[in-house]
């Protein structure tokens, strides 16, 4: 690892983020332009990522497919918004096995239409309803600006895709999965999202309404970090999904869809991270604790070692992911550093002394210093490993709220309302109309991020932008 020290983030968030995921080993530049590579590490936070919304998934009747990554290009055409939408950004495959193809193929840039084609298939009465289907797969946008996990031409993700006999259970099922990427967000990232739905011109191409979750990121932009789409019966007209109702009438289904992808990683480096790198959450952090022996002979390495095999195996009993760091030839100082850049939420360290005083040494990655070390005894350490993965778990969410609140005002006016998006996330009335929209994006940069869809039934105001009479408020922010 480079001794060099961070870019800070105060100073060059963008160059502090891009050399973060690089040298925290959890990303790569892939040989093609605008690819990554996900290394180890990244990927192991990935993998606990899947677990945690996985089994929210299944917890809520999902079950896990698999579709081919190639489609017809064909398929996309058939929805009109959803080529329109989709169009700049498809990659497609024109020759096969050295031949050109009759007919060409788009690499998956989501799968709404692959799946429309088989529940056309599937779907034929009320009772094979509804239809509740997770994919976790890769997928291939030709994104012209790229940025590691933020924005790459292939990305991970999950996309869940269901078929439901009325507008009423699609609904209640868009909701419930936002519900689900709010609880995962909060709860296991430690991120607490803005959420609501999207304004008719940021909504996802075929959908009726879309809902997605908004995370403020440590440079104050916002972060789409997950959606859910009600897709009406847009794809089902497009791709005759229909079932046979129980008075024996032809309907078409109602359809959703909805995703999360590793751009959330991303979410969790800027939202946590400081300057000296990674703030892991300690639910989904690969590692949660590192254990660092010190000893500068081999009498003392002995001791040492046996008391670090001890700890280290009780902690994993408990269901604890610690790593033992007793690489050769590095100092206990740059064994700090290594995994502080690295985000672990806990270091423990043994020595000499520790072995001799049946103790450990604590020291938390959120509160670096002496204000975030302790001492304990080594018969408690697994209980005290635990209160602290809890507390800094907490602490993470707690930090993260209180930042989010403190950069997010009400303007008083138009002019205001352009100096708190210069720095922060507004919270705004809006007419509702495209033209004020579009107007605001040019003249400050910022866009409509979700207009909450509760607590404001009984209130007006005036649009921020034209002053007409406004039933929506909006969360604007310069973004991702």
């Known amino acids: 690892m480079s001794k060099k020290k961070l870019p800070s983030r105060t100073e060059d968030f963008n160059d502090w983020y891009n050399t973060v995921v690089i040298r925290a080993d959890l990303a790569d530049y892939g040989p093609a332009r605008g690819t990554m590579i996900v290394k180890?590490?990244?990927?192991?936070?990935?993998?606990?990522?899947?677990?945690?919304?996985?089994?929210?998934?299944?917890?809520?009747?999902?079950?896990?497919?698999?579709?081919?990554?190639?489609?017809?290009?064909?398929?996309?055409?058939?929805?009109?918004?959803?080529?329109?939408?989709?169009?700049?950004?498809?990659?497609?495959?024109?020759?096969?096995?050295?031949?050109?193809?009759?007919?060409?193929?788009?690499?998956?840039?989501?799968?709404?239409?692959?799946?429309?084609?088989?529940?056309?298939?599937?779907?034929?009465?009320?009772?094979?309803?509804?239809?509740?289907?997770?994919?976790?797969?890769?997928?291939?946008?030709?994104?012209?600006?790229?940025?590691?996990?933020?924005?790459?031409?292939?990305?991970?993700?999950?996309?869940?895709?269901?078929?439901?006999?009325?507008?009423?259970?699609?609904?209640?099922?868009?909701?419930?999965?936002?519900?689900?990427?709010?609880?995962?967000?909060?709860?296991?990232?430690?991120?607490?999202?803005?959420?609501?739905?999207?304004?008719?011109?940021?909504?996802?191409?075929?959908?009726?309404?879309?809902?997605?979750?908004?995370?403020?990121?440590?440079?104050?932009?916002?972060?789409?970090?997950?959606?859910?789409?009600?897709?009406?019966?847009?794809?089902?007209?497009?791709?005759?999904?229909?079932?046979?109702?129980?008075?024996?009438?032809?309907?078409?289904c109602w359809t959703t869809s909805w995703g999360l992808s590793t751009r959330f990683i991303g979410a969790m480096i800027m939202t946590h991270g400081d300057d000296q790198g990674l703030i892991m959450p300690p639910r989904l952090a690969p590692h949660q604790a590192v254990l660092i022996p010190i000893y500068k002979d081999e009498d003392q390495k002995a001791t040492v070692m046996d008391s670090v095999a001890s700890v280290s195996a009780e902690l994993i009993e408990q269901g604890i992911r610690v790593k033992v760091d007793d690489r050769e030839g590095f100092t206990p100082g740059h064994k700090f550093n290594y995994w502080e850049l690295r985000g672990v939420p806990v270091r423990i360290e043994i020595g000499p002394k520790d072995v001799a005083n049946q103790s450990v040494a604590l020291a938390r990655r959120d509160v670096l210093g002496r204000e975030g070390k302790s001492i304990v005894p080594q018969e408690s350490v697994t209980s005290a490993v635990n209160d602290l993965l809890i507390d800094i778990q907490h602490s993470l969410l707690e930090r993260a709220t209180n930042f989010r609140d403190s950069n997010t005002s009400e303007p008083r006016d138009y002019a205001h309302f352009k100096e708190i998006v210069a720095d922060g996330f507004a919270f705004a009335w809006w007419c509702g109309g495209e033209t004020c929209e579009t107007a605001i994006k040019n003249e400050t940069k910022a866009t409509s991020r979700c207009i909450p869809d509760s607590g404001l039934e009984d209130e007006d105001g005036k649009c921020i932008y034209c002053g007409e009479m406004s039933t929506d408020k909006v969360y604007f922010a310069r973004s991702y």
Request: no cysteine.
């Open 40 to 252: 180890p590490y990244g990927w192991t936070l990935w993998e606990n990522m899947q677990q945690a919304l996985d089994r929210r998934f299944k917890d809520t009747g999902h079950v896990n497919a698999g579709f081919p990554m190639f489609i017809p290009k064909s398929f996309i055409d058939r929805e009109a918004s959803h080529v329109e939408g989709f169009s700049p950004e498809l990659a497609v495959v024109t020759i096969g096995g050295g031949k050109q193809l009759e007919e060409p193929l788009v690499v998956r840039p989501t799968s709404e239409t692959i799946i429309g084609y088989a529940y056309s298939k599937w779907i034929k009465s009320y009772r094979d309803l509804p239809v509740l289907i997770n994919l976790w797969n890769s997928v291939v946008r030709w994104e012209l600006r790229t940025k590691l996990f933020l924005r790459t031409l292939e990305f991970w993700w999950q996309e869940g895709h269901t078929a439901h006999a009325t507008y009423e259970q699609a609904q209640e099922e868009t909701l419930q999965m936002l519900e689900v990427y709010i609880d995962f967000a909060r709860n296991e990232a430690a991120i607490p999202p803005f959420f609501g739905r999207k304004s008719n011109s940021e909504k996802f191409p075929g959908a009726d309404v879309t809902y997605s979750i908004e995370a403020m990121m440590g440079d104050k932009k916002a972060l789409q970090a997950g959606t859910s789409h009600n897709l009406g019966q847009n794809f089902a007209k497009a791709f005759d999904i229909q079932y046979l109702d129980p008075n024996n009438e032809m309907q078409y």
